[in-house]
């Protein structure tokens, strides 16, 4: 594959290789599940690791034509581990392709080149996320009509947009645990980026073993819509509905409990997303006026004596100064 150019060549299964080769090892692994496809023994297998899983074919009075409808099950697990797999190879060609050629040019600090890296990883996925994500609440008419958010719960039956969106979703963000390995980021680094890894994979999977099928759909959008909606889709909307209780054979969660966790979990992971920016934010702010204060004292030039004191020969106010060592000559005694 050669996605790295290596200078030198570290020892097999050494940490070193794992590193400069994963991308590399990764596809292998990749193009042996596609290979299983092309085998009749294998292919049942293969075919769970690539295609989505738990079609179910409907019809209704309205549209006569069947139309396909997913649920999901445990081997959703193998599914979500093969686009995992996929989101590590597109990591390496951003990096290698974009970020990399890049860094080059800027000639960037080992500080700025690792959060650079960062941001233009983030910044790819969210893109990608975000048209992705417009277009199935367009195609889904969630926009024109949002009480499809919780009418018919429990939401049992997915298209196959959106079931494949929190496939993907899914993958993406277990993906970004190994890569903390793979990219050596720093030690100091680390917490914090665990800090939203897990926040995005907690949040993602626990709407789609739920059903609910909000934060992953709009969490692309802005903080203050996302709390709107999820007050209105918990706190009123599913309250609302005819189809209360519990049921796990049914995937039933509308209970109190479930919807005021799952509302709780919302708006705290909301808030401290709030919480962080606004403190990066001051802390920011702080930086660039002690910058800017002591520019200003660099800057601004030594004091100078007035032309008023130095024709008084160094004197103030008609005195002379202690650092001046000239004094008038003694007068010369008399002999006696």
Not at 51 to 74: I, L, M, R
Not at 122 to 149: D, H, K, M, Q, R
Not at 150 to 166: A, L, S
Not at 261 to 290: D, G, Y
């Amino acid at each position: 594959m050669g996605f790295r150019k290596k200078n030198k060549s570290p020892p097999v299964l050494s940490h070193e290789f794992v590193i400069q080769n994963h991308a590399d090892m990764v596809s292998c692994v990749a193009m042996v599940i596609l290979l299983g496809l092309m085998f009749e023994v294998t292919a049942k297998f293969a075919i769970m690791f690539i295609t989505v899983q738990y079609n179910v074919t409907q019809t209704s009075e309205e549209k006569p034509e069947p139309v396909n409808f997913y649920q999901y099950g445990p081997k959703d697990i193998a599914t979500v581990f093969f686009y995992l797999l996929i989101a590590i190879i597109l990591h390496a060609l951003i990096q290698e392709y974009v970020l990399d050629k890049i860094n080059r040019r800027l000639h960037l600090s080992k500080t700025k080149h690792s959060k650079f890296n960062e941001s233009g990883q983030l910044a790819a996925f969210y893109l990608f996320s975000f048209i992705w994500g417009c277009s199935i609440l367009t195609a889904e008419e969630f926009v024109t009509n949002p009480t499809f958010l919780w009418e018919g719960y429990p939401h049992t039956h997915m298209t196959f947009q959106v079931k494949f969106f929190y496939i993907c979703q899914i993958a993406y963000w277990f993906h970004a645990l190994p890569e903390l390995y793979f990219q050596k980021v720093r030690k100091e680094d680390i917490p914090r980026q665990l800090y939203y890894i897990c926040l995005y994979v907690f949040h993602i999977t626990g709407a789609y073993v739920l059903k609910f099928t909000l934060w992953a759909l709009l969490f692309v959008i802005a903080r203050l819509l996302t709390l709107t909606l999820s007050v209105l889709t918990f706190g009123f909307g599913l309250s609302r509905t005819d189809n209360q209780g519990f049921s796990l054979a049914e995937g039933n969660f509308n209970v109190l409990t479930v919807r005021m966790t799952c509302l709780s979990a919302i708006c705290l992971t909301q808030a401290w997303m709030m919480w962080k920016f606004i403190n990066f934010q001051l802390k920011k702010w702080r930086e660039q006026s002690q910058i800017q204060a002591s520019k200003k004292k660099a800057v601004s030039p030594k004091s100078k004596p007035t032309k008023k004191d130095s024709s008084r020969g160094g004197s103030v106010n008609g005195v002379m100064k202690p650092e001046d060592k000239t004094s008038p000559r003694a007068r010369k005694t008399k002999a006696s």
